[in-house]
């Protein structure tokens, strides 16, 4: 069962907070994490937009932060920061979709000093996308790299990076206690190796 933070009063009704919920999974395997997942970027209710296609903007964040303490509770950053991506959706416009990135102007953790500092989007690995009353639903999941490594999806290609990244990182668990991945030799040299072979698809974005 999940612990879910609801929003008393959202941006509908005069809030700060554009979504109503968030859950959080307590995860075991393949290592011990917290699994959140957003309500309200798409149609929960009621169908408002005009594309038949997608509900809402089309999507739902997910979020994997490593959990290695065990605790009961998730950490209450998260639920800021995740309300924090759906403010700038919801201000802008601009929705997410698989393969972009963004500087987060430093740590995604506030008042911490991780080196994670910048996210990529890339398809949930357990949820696939959902046909709804309201249409389809994908759910993307946040994933937290550092600088360099933002550096590295420019040069080459998002979802490419993300994959070489995911033989270290399972699941694309966020650990905002680790290091750059680039500092192993085996990611650099694969990292290196990717761009020189096929260029960037950064102007695709």
């Known amino acids: 069962e999940p612990k879910h933070y609801g929003t008393v009063i959202g941006f ?110 890339v398809e949930d690995p357990e949820l696939p996308p959902i046909d709804t009353l309201n249409g389809r639903v994908d759910f993307l999941q946040v994933v937290g790299i550092t600088n360099e490594e933002e550096f590295a999806l420019k040069r080459w290609s998002t979802l490419k990076v993300l994959e070489v990244f995911q033989d270290f990182l399972p699941l694309w668990v966020t650990d905002i206690e680790r290091g750059p991945l680039l500092a192993d030799e085996d990611v650099a040299a694969r990292l290196a190796e990717g761009p020189a072979r096929e260029g960037s698809s950064t102007g695709m974005l």
């Open 12 to 121: 509908a009704l005069g809030g700060n907070d554009p979504l109503p919920g968030i859950s959080a999974y307590k995860r075991i395997a393949p290592v011990p994490h917290w699994h959140f997942i957003t309500y309200g970027f798409s149609e929960l209710y009621a169908k408002e937009s005009d594309d038949p296609e997608r509900s809402g903007y089309g999507f739902e964040l997910t979020f994997r932060l490593a959990d290695p303490e065990d605790s009961e509770d998730p950490p209450t950053w998260v639920l800021n920061f995740l309300q924090n991506l759906a403010r700038y959706v919801f201000k802008t416009g601009n929705a997410f979709e698989s393969g972009h990135y963004l500087n987060a102007n430093g740590p995604i953790a506030a008042d911490t000093d991780s080196a994670i500092r910048a996210v990529a989007f």
